[in-house]
């Protein structure tokens, strides 16, 4: 079993930043670890995925203004947002695969709003 606990989430402006902190407690192997969001009424996208040999994946629509980071030996992931944008506004949810047959793990999500 993978729990993963995100924070950091808040409401800024437009043009702020903003960090986000996953922390994965588990004894499982961690293959890769990602960000994902839910706006209102629109699906999970994906906006970074870092794989196990340190590849990351950046969505077009956060690239340039995201910075996704892992710490393999703490098990947590962070996500630096810049320059956000009202479209930036969802809740943001760390996922995790682990184990020696790959499952899925997702955590509760944090809430993100960009408003003036």
């Known amino acids: 079993q993978v729990q993963l606990v995100e924070s950091g989430g808040g409401l800024v402006r437009p043009g702020a930043s903003l960090g986000l902190s996953c922390v994965a407690s588990?004894?499982?192997?961690?293959?890769?670890m990602g960000w994902y969001r839910q706006a209102p009424g629109k699906q999970r996208e994906v906006v970074a995925v870092v794989l196990h040999d340190g590849t990351i994946n950046y969505a077009a629509s956060v690239r340039g203004r995201f910075t996704a980071s892992r710490d393999k030996d703490k098990k947590t992931l962070s996500l630096h947002m810049n320059s956000l944008k009202s479209e930036d506004t969802a809740v943001y949810f760390c996922n995790a695969m682990a184990g020696n047959t790959p499952l899925l793990y997702w955590g509760q999500g944090t809430q993100v709003t960009v408003s003036s």
């Open positions: 588990t004894s499982l192997d961690i293959h890769n």
